[in-house]
Every structure is written in C-alpha cells, then in structure tokens.
Nanobody, 118 residues
Framework: QVQLVESGGGLVQPGGSLRLSCAASGFTFSSYGMRWYRQAAGKARDVVAVVSSTGGSTSYADSVKGRFTISRDNAKDTVYLQMNSLKPDDTAVYFC???????????WGQGTQVTVSS
C-alpha cells in the first residue's frame, strides 16, 4: 500500500537546523511531484516547498526562502527538507505530500513535529 513516512522532526533552538526526510513506498515515486506542508496549532495547512518529479524545479513559500531547501533522491524514494536559521514561527507539524496532476493522485504522510524554542 502507499506509504509516506516523515522523520527528523524534534526540538531545536532558534537559529538551529533540522533535516526532515520523507520515505515513500507503494507507488512510482519518480512520477510524482513532492510538497512539504506545515500546520501550526490552530492554523491552516500551508505549502512550504515543492519539487518536481525529476528534482529539476523547486519553489518555496516567501516565509522560508533562503532558509529551507527541498531536494529528492529518486534512487532512494525519499524527499528531504533542509531547514536552517529556524525561527519560533517555524514551529508546526510538517507533512509531505506526493501529487500527480495527470491522475489527480495525492498521498499524505502522517506528519512530524518541529518545535523551535529556547
């Protein structure tokens, strides 16, 4: 069955770094674009970063540009989110999402908590 499993979240001090991973299985990973979303307590789920199926194209929310980097390894069926210069406002549950417009397919992981606090 389709699975997306996030890992790498945790507690970090302001200014610190974390690297999130999302391991995929049960579908053809290299045919899907990938997104990282985040949802802070009491707020809507917002897209943070997007990478194309080949990894050749990326885009970011303005709030994370220059601090976060999305990447993928299609040989390992894994997408990453490198987060640097973390701020308390980055505190949220982070979710990965696989999408394919041609088939209107979309899969979600269960999320990983990131807490930025001193």
């Amino acid at each position: 069955q389709v699975q997306l499993v996030e890992s790498g979240g945790g507690l970090v001090q302001p200014g610190g770094s974390l690297r999130l991973s999302c391991a995929a299985s049960g579908f053809t990973f290299s045919s899907y674009g990938m997104r990282w979303y985040r949802q802070a307590a009491g707020k809507a789920r917002d897209v943070v970063a997007v990478v194309s199926s080949t990894g050749g194209s990326t885009s970011y929310a303005d709030s994370v540009k220059g601090r976060f980097t999305i990447s993928r390894d299609n040989a390992k069926d894994t997408v990453y989110l490198q987060m640097n210069s973390l701020k308390p406002d980055d505190t949220a549950v982070y979710f990965c999402n696989a999408f394919r417009f041609e088939t209107r397919s979309s899969y979600w992981g269960q999320g990983t908590q990131v807490t930025v606090s001193s």
